[in-house]
């Protein structure tokens, strides 16, 4: 994919197939079946022992299946399910496409039995429907008529604003409340209506309506009075929206009851209705408001999505159609093992029912708790001898019922073409070619890859629209800020357009006042660190043309500039997010933080502030400073230069803690004013750990504060272990061998050092740092087939989610730093400006660098694997610091201006 394809407004979803692994409860398959309402149609797919276990591949826990191997772009992936190990006894289940637009997609499943023990296997398929809500409110007209949702407001006003006017949580709308009794899902509500003289504005056209009209709003009074509300603009007069008399009043926790009222409008003359929603007092949700003429009252139906579908089984031809009534299209099955049956799973969650009737061998229809259906296709038994792998086949697709059929008759007829067909799509799994020296890592990258890139999921809402969504896991089916940027940085490895993309999906329209970027949880802005990133691997001017006012945009509601941000409230100019969540860099019992968390303190909280807001607002700044040159954005500059200033002021002078050589959380007064260290109990520094040494990543600190950090880096007493860098200082007294960030090792801010130390020049210790990591996670890999979150300082084992692909995606950086071939790797004030590769192995690349002139940094290039090469850098030898092969380090002093390094074939 072109990047330039990219570049279209208010886009957010990913340009993946409508078939992928999408599901958020089982391993298998899926189809985004209605991208508008979020329905999905699921086979999840798991085997098992005949007769004897059945082990559910579901994707909330550990259940013995593993993503094995996956191209980048969804059109061929396999799933590994252990049966009796990992490596004796599995099976594997490969997906993939024609690549000829067929709506099919084919599987080929492979049953291996390495004992020397015969074995009996069943394969199970569970088709369903799946949907966002669980109900679907439509509203329908007798006559002509118009529906207006209460959030598709034109503006919105608050009589006080709040803090998260301008970010508002999950890319939704100001105070919009969601729900399947809504319809469109969607409604008015939250805080609407806290302050009188809150307002909604609202537009609609009038076309097809004649007549007296009447007005019908649908919603929710919340409390025991009436919700009052005033019309202006077109529409006149109160509106009193009342539970009715004698209605009693709710008790607590008693859900509110949907209603409408109406209110006769009268005869309007213009085609367009302008009006404002005013509210006076009293709390209510406004699902939206209906026009339509006096005596044609609108209707409005609820219920849940019809999960039972017609099953069309053609016994002879081992295939089924099935179609649900709530879809256009039907779905066909096709499979060519001769023993089978179809049953019917008659519940919501068949994960621990299906166990409980593993040996009910008779039943066609099984019957549990909820209205959810499940069509099972049972095949079995598949006997597999000893040494023996067995193999079968299916399809699945999507069409008319006419279309499917003549589907399903070319897939028993195509039987020959198959293996082909499975040949062509195994070789878009191969990897990005990498260097010999990669094979040691090969095995963690490859499970990593696949994790990452089947760790994707429909339906997440964003920004009103169902989005496909790579998720850090299936545990967080939703948005996520700062995952999602490490997300992009390990797709970038395997395509700039799907990092790109995934980049977009965070990124808002330049203007909008309710959603300066996609906010989630910890606002940390990895998606700076992406962008910058993806520039240096593409230097694609267009693409960046389009993505930087939206970047600009994201960081100056970060930088307290714009929306009612109260980011910058401190005087002392130092940072704090705590408003917009209560995690100030992803580290969620970061011991400080976890302090301040205590309801307790929350007063005070406002006016403590860590030092990762500011370091990263820094970064942030310099490389928006870089893009604003390359883009002419000059006017942009004196921002930037001016709070780079500001904010390594700040911390300079108030965080520093010269007695420990940690920056520190400051206090202040409830002015805003500084006091001072913020202290432990036992009077230590709170910040021993990974926020004391964030600063590096800013590249702000003087040689002393750079000698002390990088000391307590690789201290073996203090922040380093065998495993990679503690999160926590293990000499704090608040150091935890039990906590889920104090006192374990996570990838994410290892990555932002290990760029921070190639901007210093430091490239043995940040070696130290991608080749542990990368050690590690491959001994992890090997033993269990995981790819986990982190990993436990005294054990150096893999712990917390299994098939975790957020934070641990840059594993990925790493492995493509050390070994990938034709790759330039640099820090964050490394700038390239164009790059160019020729096959004999030379190379041509003219680049910048940010920070004081005369200090050093350093590059790490690995070649072609053609040959040596020789070095010039501006025209004079260079000779590197480091040589291992095709991989060299060459270190530098910073110049001003553009630099010119050329690798010339020896």
Known sequence: ???????????????????????????????????????????????????????????????????????????????????????????????????????????????????????????????????????????????????????????????????????????????????????????????????????????????????????????????????????????????????????????????????????????????????????????????????????????????????????????????????????????????????????EFQMDDFSSFIRDKTHDHVSRVLRGEGRGHHTNLHLAPIPVKPRETVEMHAMVACGSKAELEVLAKGFFAGQKERAPLFTAAEKRLAPPPFLPSGAAHEVGAERLAATLAQNCVFPVANSGQFTRHHTPGRWWDSLYTWDSGMIGLGLLERSSARAAENLRAYLSEPGDRERAFVHHGTPLPVQAWLFHEIWNRTQDREWLSFFYPRMRQYYRFLAGHDGGSTTRHLKSNLLVTWDYFYNSGGWDDYPPQWALNDPKEHARRRFVSPCAPTSHAIRFAKILRGAARLVGAEADLPMYTHDIEAFSLALHTHAWDGSTGYFSYVEHREGGMPMGVFRHASGANWNMGLDGVSPLVAGICTTEQERALVGHLFDPASLWTPVGLSTVDQGAPYFSKRGYWNGAVWFPHQWFIFKALLDLGRWKEARQIAETALSVWEGEVRQSGYAFEHFMVESGRGAGWHHFSGLSSVVLSFFGARHARARVTGGADFRVLEERWDPAGGLVLSFETDGEPGRPFCLWVNGTGNGDSLAHLDGAPLTPSDSDGARRVFCMERKAGLRRLVLTPA
């Not at 690549?99 to 015969?118: C, D, E, I, M, V």
């Not at 806290?194 to 004649?210: E, P, V």
């Not at 053609?314 to 179809?342: N, Q």
Request: glycine share 10%; hydrophobic share 40%; charged share 25%.
């Open 1 to 343: 994919m072109d990047l330039k394809n990219l570049c279209v407004p208010g886009e957010h979803d990913l340009s993946l197939p409508a078939w992928g692994p999408y599901s958020k409860k089982t391993s298998g398959i899926a189809h985004t079946a209605c991208l508008r309402r979020g329905l999905r149609v699921d086979f999840a797919l798991f085997p098992g022992l005949f007769r004897r276990r059945i082990d559910p591949a579901m994707a909330r826990w550990e259940s013995g299946w593993h993503p094995w191997e996956a191209d980048v772009d969804l059109t061929a992936w396999s799933v590994r399910h252990e049966l009796g190990g990992l490596d004796d006894w599995y099976a594997q289940m490969f997906w993939c496409s024609d690549q000829k637009g067929s709506p099919a997609r084919y599987l080929r499943a492979r049953f291996h039995n390495r004992t020397g023990h015969p074995q009996n296997a069943v394969l199970h398929f569970m088709a369903s429907l799946q949907s966002h809500h669980p109900l679907q409110t439509l509203v329908r007209f007798s006559g002509p008529g118009h529906w207006v949702n209460g959030v598709a407001y034109t503006d919105h006003r608050r009589a006080k604003p709040r803090h998260d006017d301008g970010l508002v949580p999950d890319a939704y709308r100001r105070d919009e409340a969601t729900g399947g009794d809504w319809v469109d899902g969607r409604a008015l509500g939250k805080a609407f209506g806290d302050q009188a003289g809150d307002t909604a504005r609202y537009r609609t056209s009038l076309d097809g309506l004649k007549g007296p009209l009447v007005l019908t709003v649908r919603g929710k009074v919340l409390g025991a009075s009436p919700a009052l509300f005033r019309l202006d603009g077109d529409l006149h007069g109160d509106l009193v929206l009342d539970r009715g008399k004698g209605q009693p009043a709710l008790a607590p926790g008693e859900p509110a009851a949907i209603q409408c009222w109406s209110m006769e409008i009268g005869d309007l003359s213009n085609t367009e209705l302008h009006f404002d929603l005013v509210a006076l007092g009293g709390k209510a949700e406004i699902n939206g408001f209906a026009l339509t003429p006096k005596g044609h009252p609108p209707a409005f139906e609820t219920a849940p999505y019809r999960s039972a579908p017609e099953c069309a089984v053609d016994a002879g031809g081992k295939s089924m159609i099935l179609t649900w009534p709530d879809l256009e299209a039907s779905y066909l099955l096709c499979w060519d093992w001769p023993d089978w049956e179809v049953r």
